[in-house]
């Protein structure tokens, strides 16, 4: 079973996010990027299936600029089998990313898209859903367990108030949630193996979708801050605060 | 234009956060209906009709509505889309895992999350865990749109809409529900509580954040949450996490408790009214943002504000 595994590069997670004054975005200048979280979990997920069994060949896609390539070599030293790269510099909607990548999906034939559920950047959580029905496949979203078997994927989901299993027919789409597993270090030595794995370098042109975006930002703001209250020195002094404040 | 919004309910009732998805699409239109799909429903929908600004509900039935299947709530409302401008879902596990599939049928940018209207094709939303805030412009011609439902009042009562029963097509054969287990609790729902406890990695244990933070939620009538790093621990369930990979929640009274403040933590619980922070480092970031802080340890703190709050008739 060939598995694909989209990754995106973002700012890293632990990266304190500036907007820029002129309110056009925010700032990338000089920030550390990292793999988004999910797509590391979905990455894991895959090698984990490689080393089962279940899966025979994992490729790592990622549409982003140049930089984006150490994105792809992560995933590689992580385990997956090689990459390709649909350069842009230009920040795609999920609705144009999900077209592009069911044309990956039509050259590659996967049988499984395992893709993490959101990107921490635009925080959409749509990508896995919009390919899926691009694709008119099923999808299990939000996954914290999944099992291979006969042609179909078992997802254990994560819901509002607790689980839901779904057993869903191959080929379909997976999207991780933060349960699924606890991604892997790469080790030195597949660091450096990940270095001649192949990464095959395409355009947004080369599949002919239209990737035109159909939202417009019109400024990126800060959100008003929260001021600091007070400190209090015991429960009890709590406790007549918050009867103040109105809320017991 | 005219809106539909499609309900989250148990069957009996509407939930909550479809009250508030109602008044984000009034914003858009005054033509706003509701759709509710599933099991054994029309108690359900006969509460949707009685939503102040509701102009029609439409009944659809069938178990994989129960069961919120994307593929099936995507058979069923993509056709509907012929004479609506705009669907809105709450921004809920079950709204956007059926929200993005409706917009890629229809060819439309959905627009996720939005926490304001500003007119009829302008939205805000928060990006980067609400660090940042975007406003956009859609040139879609229909629109999908989930709500971030805390910021938005609920819908009251008042209404007196009619039902229409609407056919479902057949359920999608790849698709098979296997089973769900939700954890049956006497709390509020998280998501929409008035009041929230939550536990963080100074716990330590799954049984200290059970004998430490469920009380005092009890307590407070309070629903309980936790950080990432309590629920990465083990020591609380992932439907717990209030932060930018968990639950948004803005209850009035949030109680953090042994949470040092994560910039992933606050997004997640940062509009609430008033935030209370117990924690015994001083310089945790939590308290940047706590309207009280008291600077304990928690296994002192949290038995003392238990007895302040029984002297208090609670």
């Known amino acids: 079973m060939k598995v694909l595994v989209p990754v995106k590069r973002v700012i890293d997670y632990n990266v304190k996010v500036r907007v820029k004054p002129d309110q056009t975005g925010v700032d990338l200048a000089n920030v550390k990027m990292s793999m988004n979280p999910f797509c590391e979990i979905a990455v894991e997920e895959a090698v984990r ?28 030293a992580m385990g997956a089998d090689r990459g390709i790269l649909i350069q842009t510099d230009d920040d795609l ?39 899926a029905a691009l694709l008119g496949w099923p999808q299990a979203t939000f996954a914290s367990k999944v099992e291979i078997a006969d042609g179909k994927a078992t997802v254990t989901r994560e819901i509002d108030g607790g689980l839901q299993t779904l057993e869903v027919a191959l080929p379909a789409i997976v999207t991780a949630d933060l349960r699924l597993n606890e991604p892997r270090y790469a080790s030195l030595p597949n660091i450096m193996k990940a270095k001649k794995k192949p990464i095959d370098v395409k355009s947004t042109g080369d599949y002919g979708v239209d990737v035109a975006p159909r939202l417009k930002v019109l400024k990126v703001t800060e959100p008003p801050k929260r001021a600091g209250g007070i400190k209090v020195e015991s429960a009890e002094q709590l406790v007549g605060k918050l009867k103040e404040a109105g809320v017991l | ?40 429903a029309g108690a359900a929908a006969a509460a949707a009709a009685g939503i102040a600004g509701v102009r029609k509900v439409l009944h659809a039935e069938g178990a994989a509505f129960e069961q919120g299947v994307a593929e099936a709530v995507e058979g069923l409302v993509v056709p509907l889309m012929a004479t609506y401008d705009a669907v809105l879902f709450a921004a809920t596990a079950t709204g956007k895992n059926a929200a993005p599939r409706i917009a890629a049928a229809l060819d439309v940018s959905p627009i996720s999350e939005i926490q304001e209207v500003v007119n009829a094709t302008t939205f805000v939303r928060p990006i980067y865990a609400g660090n940042a805030l975007e406003t956009i412009e859609t040139s879609d011609a229909k629109k999908v749109i989930t709500v971030r439902t805390t910021a938005f009042a609920a819908a009251g009562a008042g209404g007196s809409a009619s039902v229409e029963t ?33 536990g963080g990695r100074a716990m330590g244990s799954a049984d200290e954040f059970h004998n430490v933070i469920e009380p005092l939620a009890d307590k407070l009538g309070a629903a309980v949450g936790a950080s990432r790093a309590a629920v990465d621990a083990g020591y609380a369930p992932n439907d717990y996490q209030v932060g930018q990979t968990g639950k948004v929640v803005a209850p009035e009274l949030y109680v953090a408790v042994g949470i040092s403040g994560a910039i992933q933590h606050l997004a997640g619980m940062k509009d609430s009214k008033v935030i209370v922070a117990i924690n015994k480092d001083a310089d945790a970031p939590i308290f940047a943002i706590a309207d009280y802080g008291l600077v304990a340890d928690y296994k002192s703190a949290v038995p003392e504000l238990m007895g302040e709050l029984a002297k208090a008739g609670l």
């Open chain 2, 166 to 198: 609407v056919t479902a097509g057949a359920p999608s054969a790849h698709v098979t529900f296997k089973g769900a287990e939700i954890v049956k609790s006497d709390r509020p729902e998280l998501a929409g509580a008035k009041r929230v406890v939550s």
């Open chain 1, 49 to 76: 299936l490689k080393e089962k069994g279940a899966a025979t060949e994992i490729v790592a896609v990622s549409i982003g600029p140049q930089q984006a390539q150490e994105t792809i070599r992560t995933a590689l």
């Open chain 1, 93 to 131: 909607e999920p609705l144009a990313v999900a077209k592009l990548l069911k044309a990956v999906v039509a050259e590659e034939a996967p049988e499984l898209v395992l893709m993490g559920k959101q990107a921490i950047d635009g925080d959409n959580n749509a990508t896995g859903q919009m390919m």
């Open chain 2, 1 to 40: 234009m005219a809106v539909l919004v499609v309900a989250e309910h148990d069957n009996a009732s509407v939930k909550d956060a479809t009250n508030k998805t109602i008044t984000a699409a009034l914003a858009l239109s005054s033509d706003v209906d509701v759709l509710v799909a599933g099991l054994g």
